[in-house]
């Protein structure tokens, strides 16, 4: 099902696939640096990889979080590490008039999660002829998402891929259902399991969202356990140091050996 990325690497129907970058493009050298170890990484493991960074961070605790350093700025670094890599990239767009400037410089377009049931937004999106990637809202079952799937394809796109990224418990914590991954695939289309934002503690009373990043491997275990077709993983050389959701990326050290991990779990279940 990874096939309906156009231009990804690796295609092999034995391997998930892995949506991994920074959280936000914060310059040209970063996010090219990530880009070259993350290659590099997936091309030795056979990995199918998608470069991940959002252009723009529409959803911010506070006013004064950083947002982005400019949408054309950034999405031009996005072009470059797809043409200077060869490998698709995806970013996140939050209203319908971005869909058709966004699709210009990425192959997948990412519906955030709180944004999911926005119709007009889905319909934008699918219109570009791009690969859709929705991810749940925390406030939904997985059940539910068959009607986000429904709009995209209703449009004539066939290219959706659902992303889990937990569901709301309580004022400031997040729980994974393992069941919805199974549920999803059930609609025909490729599901992903969000690995760093699934253990995100939203809503600080300092502004600024914590996380678990301790656990990012026990996610990412279980959920390739239970047939989850992809991974979706933040990451940057310096968590501590980054300047949007740094609290819950992985280190970048830790990730190679991290999927060497999970490609021996998925072998012994498909």
């Known amino acids: 099902m990874i096939e309906i990325i ?8 034995k391997a998930f696939f892995l949506m991994a970058g920074p959280c936000a493009i914060e310059g040209e050298d970063m996010a090219m640096s990530i880009a070259e170890r ?5 091309d030795k493991l056979k990995i ?44 996140d767009i939050h209203a319908h008039e971005e869909a058709a400037m966004a699709a210009e410089y990425v192959d997948v377009l990412q519906i955030p999660a709180f944004l999911c049931r926005q119709t007009d937004l889905l319909v934008a999106a699918a219109k570009t002829g791009k ?15 068959a009607f986000a799937v429904e709009k995209v394809k209703e ?39 969000d690995c760093t934002h699934s253990l995100q503690q939203p809503n600080q009373a300092s502004g ?20 989850a077709d992809g991974l979706f993983i933040e990451t940057h050389p310096q968590p501590a140091n980054a300047l949007s959701d740094g609290a819950n990326m992985l280190s970048l050290d830790l990730l190679e050996p991290l999927l060497t991990r999970l490609l021996r779990i998925r072998e012994a279940v498909v």
């Not at 156009?6 to 129907?13: F, L």
């Open 6 to 13: 156009e231009g990804i690497k690796h295609a092999d129907s």
């Open 38 to 42: 993350i290659s590099t990484i997936s």
């Open 48 to 91: 199918p990889y998608v470069f991940k960074g959002s252009y723009r961070k529409a959803n911010r605790s506070k006013g004064s979080s950083f947002t982005g350093i400019g949408d054309e700025k950034a999405l031009k670094i996005l072009a470059k590490v797809r043409k200077e890599f060869g490998i698709p990239v995806v970013t």
């Open 131 to 145: 690969c859709i990637n929705i991810k749940k809202g925390q406030f939904l079952s997985a059940a539910s998402m």
């Open 155 to 193: 449009e004539g796109n066939n290219s959706v891929i659902l992303t889990d990224r937990g569901n709301t418990f309580g004022y400031q914590d997040l729980i994974v259902d393992y069941r919805g991954i199974p549920e999803m695939r059930s609609f025909g289309v490729p599901v992903v399991m």
């Open 208 to 227: 600024v969202t914590g996380g678990k990043p301790a656990l990012i491997e026990t996610i990412a275990r279980a959920a390739i356990a239970v047939g």
